[in-house]
């Protein structure tokens, strides 16, 4: 079955920087488009950053770029995002999210993972 698993967040300080890692697991990795997402309490998720297939075309929403990056190592089945300038607004779980075929890029996806809390705060 699909599984994907965050690892990486934590409590950073404004201006800090955080790198973020999904591994993935039951299915083929480098077929899918693969995105981030977040979500505050409250509020719905949030389109954050997608990566093609092989990573080489990346996309990012307004709120992070410039400030995230979103990269992918195939071989080991992993997406990574690297946040850097973080700011308090970012904080927020961040979820792993394959992009289903025929699916918008920047959609939630049709499997997310169970997210990884980032705190930013002083």
């Known amino acids: 079955q699909v599984q994907l698993v965050e690892s990486g967040g934590g409590l950073v300080q404004p201006g800090g920087s955080l790198r973020l890692s999904c591994t993935a697991s039951?299915?083929?990795?480098?077929?899918?488009?693969m995105s981030w997402v977040r979500q505050v309490p409250g509020k719905g998720l949030e389109w954050v950053s997608t990566?093609?297939?092989?990573?080489?075309?990346?996309y990012y929403s307004d709120s992070v770029k410039g400030r995230f990056t979103v990269s992918r190592d195939n071989a080991k089945n992993t997406l990574y995002l690297q946040m850097s300038n973080l700011e308090p607004e970012d904080t927020a779980v961040y979820y792993c999210a394959r992009v289903g075929f025929f699916m918008d890029y920047r959609s939630h996806g049709d499997y997310r993972g169970q997210g990884t809390q980032v705190t930013v705060s002083l």
């Open positions: 039951g299915f083929t990795f480098s077929n899918y488009w």
């Open positions: 990566a093609n297939n092989d990573g080489t075309t990346r």
